[in-house]
């Protein structure tokens, strides 16, 4: 309490997440050609059981670079971007369903989880 009155922090998603959140299937679409393309990169750095992929390099797709990643963690089945930091960050994973009849893009950040786009396999 300040001065008499209850001072309320924020405590719902970050504005980066409400803003990804807005994007149309079209968009969605372009951003998951683009994690296609790093599926099977080599400019990485070795981790446990993943890539690592250097976040602020020109060489990434557009789409992903536009996101600013912290971190974009590569496996053979899957893509993982980190985006923000602290309370601000959600990340953004692009992978196959569990009875693999599709990939979906799906969005993250605490408490809540997106599916903002579904490719079915060919």
């Not at 149309?24 to 393309?37: H, T």
């Not at 790093?38 to 981790?47: C, D, F, P, T, W």
């Not at 250097?54 to 496996?75: C, G, M, Y």
Request: hydrophobic residues 45%; aromatic residues 10%; charged residues 20%.
């Amino acid at each position: 309490m300040v001065g008499g009155v209850f001072v309320l922090a924020a405590c719902g998603p970050s504005a980066a997440w409400r803003s990804f959140l807005r994007h149309n299937q079209s968009y969605y679409a372009r951003l998951s050609a683009d994690c296609d393309k790093l599926l099977g990169k080599q400019q990485v750095l070795n981790v446990p059981d993943a890539e690592k992929l250097a976040a602020d390099t020109n060489a990434l797709p557009v789409e992903i670079r536009n996101l600013h990643p912290q971190s974009i963690f590569v496996k053979s089945n899957g893509i993982a971007i980190h985006i923000g930091q602290g309370l601000e960050s959600f990340a953004v994973t692009w992978a196959p369903s569990d009875d693999g009849a599709a990939w979906r893009l799906c969005a993250y950040t605490e408490g809540d989880t997106r599916v903002v786009y579904v490719r079915a396999n060919k």
